[in-house]
């Protein structure tokens, strides 16, 4: 009997269980999310080297093959054809190299240099030509010049001086400084340099104020004097008498003193294009220079014509403000005198006047007057 009742407890107990453990689990329903936009993707730029910005960052310097010379520095070339020479320009090089006791002349022009120091010319006492031009240099150390005592010329011109170098050997026959920043020539800087015959300062910086009267004085033997494109006023005291060329173009030059010219016993060439020069700061005679070929005066504010010397040949007076030329006036002789003798006939073979209130033809009594005339521009 109670085996009877245990079966039947556990037929019902499996009837119970059988439909739970047969029964699937229903899938759940997805939850819904709001769509929100995808972010973009974002591309990193790929870095790259920046271009060189000069004068900053300089491109490496250009080393050469191993020269013949052992002393031959790697960023210069030492030509077997000339042993005295020594090739750097064009190296992109900071600094100079040792200089050999071998070279006389040094060519270090179109480089990167910004300093001139004493340690490279050490052993340097044959050098006689230095070019520097086209560099970054802005201070040339006075001891250089102790090193190079027999220095003839120095060019140095498209840099970055602010004044004439201090120490310039007596030696010196020709100095190239244009296109720096020279706004002051320190008191005695030319004082030794009597050996001097080229001076060339143009497109600088330098007033009237910079140029004293003794400033030149001691350049006996100078030629030719340079001070084209600065920003002068007056013309420049104390100019040596010897002197054959003056260039003063592009100042602000607008008188002359009269007696200016006095006492020059060479001068052949004067250049005053694109100054502020009118009638009034023209004396009557001051061109009146027997030595005096060449004379060039456009770009001014000139009325008429000024008087000249009979041996004058080249007169330049285009882009001003002439309205008439007189022959009769600007005549060295009267038409009247007797001009047989052919080497008093006044010698000007070139005149130009274009760029003037001038109409063509030319004056008959300009022709007469100057019978030598082979061009006249008008």
Known sequence: MKAGVGLFSALALLLLVGPVLTQRPRPRRPTK???????????????????????????PVILGPPS???DCPRECFCSPSYPNSLNCENRNIRTIPVIPLRAHYLYLQNNYISEVTAESFLNATEVRWVNLANNRIHRIDKQVFEKIPSLLYLYAQRNQLNEVPAGLPSSLEQLSLSRNRISKIPTGAFNKLGNLTLLDL?????SDGDLGKNTFKDLKSL???NLA??????????VPSNLIQLFLDKNRIDDIPKDY?????????????FNELSDKGVPKAVFNVSTLLDLQLAHNQLTMVPLFNSHLEHLHLNHNSIESINGTQICPFTLQSDLSDNSLVPRLRYLRLDGNHLAPPVPHDVIMCFRHLHSIVI
Do not use: W
């Open 261 to 273: 010219f006095d006492g020059f016993t060479h001068l052949a060439f004067v250049r005053l294009n």
């Open 202 to 206: 143009y497109h600088n910086q330098l």
């Open 223 to 225: 030629m030719q004097l």
């Open 229 to 238: 494109h600065n920003t002068l006023r007056k013309m420049p005291p104390g």
């Open 33 to 59: 999310r709001p769509l929100t936009p995808k972010k973009p993707s974002v591309i990193k730029p790929v870095i790259t080297q920046p271009e060189p910005q000069e004068p900053t960052d300089f491109p």
């Open 68 to 70: 013949m010379y052992p």
